[in-house]
């Protein structure tokens, strides 16, 4: 399944967005992050409102990639800025096509978490 939510940005050019989305940043960020257990900025452990999971971060052309790579579900959010449109793209996949409805509205309302952390800094 793919989530997607589309956050305007003023402010905020690529390099700035790479540097705003550390490890370390993301409770600031999203508040359905609650804490980071581990930062080694590539790859760290935190805890969210699945648990606690290990994450990777991976730096894209436009944006970061942030995966869960013992996450049942293979849950991956992508942060990318469109430099066309000077927007921020959330993306967020798992590996179902069909799941449960509270997991899907726990999904949304962590797309919707970074969406609102987002537009904070782009403010």
Avoid at 48 to 72: A, T
Avoid at 91 to 112: A, G, L, P, Q
């Amino acid at each position: 399944m793919e989530f997607f939510k589309e956050v305007e940005s003023s402010n905020l050019d690529v390099k700035d967005l790479r540097n705003l989305l550390s490890i370390k940043n993301l409770p600031l960020l999203c508040k359905s992050i609650n804490s980071v257990i581990l930062d080694e900025q590539k790859k760290g452990i935190i805890y969210c409102l699945w648990g606690e999971f290990e994450v990777n971060r991976e730096k894209l052309k436009y944006g970061i990639r942030f995966s869960l790579p013992n996450c049942p579900n293979a849950l991956t959010w992508t942060i990318t800025m469109d430099v066309d449109r000077a927007n921020i793209l959330i993306h967020c996949t798992i590996n179902k096509s069909i799941h449960d409805t509270d997991f899907i509205e726990s999904i949304e309302e962590f797309i919707s978490d970074w969406s609102n952390g987002i537009l904070l800094y782009c403010k």
